[in-house]
């Protein structure tokens, strides 16, 4: 599906499907969220942005207590127009910093939406950033399965999400256990 903003989603609408989708992961509803015509791309924001939120980093992964978290587009990231919607919102004591990188830069993020052709080879990626404290997410097919931690998938005009718990334990990073309670687990590379 198409955006029909050629800039993305407005920040309103934005947050309004971020606080959406935030309710029902705090309410344990169901691990997905229903996709109006036209705003798939708000709804894959929206994910992002509350798996910071229910993220944890270790200390070290940050240059200081004010340091901001960094989540960075790396390839061709279907929806990454609406990632910049997320410039500067609040993250606990954080707010996001929102980059573009390269597989060679990667390790200054701490989220990184991986688009083509990196997806497709995440093997690359993954080799870069092994034992980083980095939540790589990808809207890919099978990307989980290929190594990466979180993929989000459209399954009967919802979009769901997977996550790789192998994946997870090399990095540092954790997800709230409400989180995965939630997520689809799969197994699959690390």
């Not at 989603?9 to 705090?26: E, K, M, Q």
């Not at 344990?28 to 109006?36: C, F, H, K, T, Y």
């Not at 910049?84 to 993020?109: F, H, I």
Request: proline share 7%; glycine share 12%.
């Amino acid at each position: 599906m198409a955006n029909r903003s050629p800039h993305g989603p407005s920040t309103g609408r934005l947050l309004r499907t971020a606080a959406a989708a935030g309710l029902a992961l705090a309410a344990g509803g169901p691990a997905m969220a229903q996709v109006p015509d036209g705003d798939e791309f708000s709804v894959k924001t929206a994910f992002v942005y509350n798996f910071a939120k229910f993220a944890t980093w270790p200390p070290a992964a940050f240059a200081g207590p004010q340091a901001p978290l960094v989540l960075c587009t790396i390839g061709e990231v279907s929806f990454g127009m609406a990632l910049s919607a997320l410039q500067g919102k609040p993250v606990g004591e954080r707010s996001l910093a929102v980059r573009e990188a390269t597989p060679a830069n990667a390790d200054a993020c701490h989220l990184i939406v991986v688009g083509q052709p990196h997806a497709a080879r995440f093997g690359d990626v993954a080799a870069a950033l092994k034992g980083r404290p980095v939540l790589t997410i990808s809207d890919a097919d099978g990307f989980a399965r290929r190594g990466g931690a979180i993929g989000l998938v459209i399954e009967n005009s919802r979009v769901r999400f997977e996550v790789n718990p192998r994946t997870l334990d090399g990095t540092g990073v954790t997800l709230s256990s409400q989180l995965l309670r939630l997520a689809r687990i799969v197994e699959g590379a690390s």
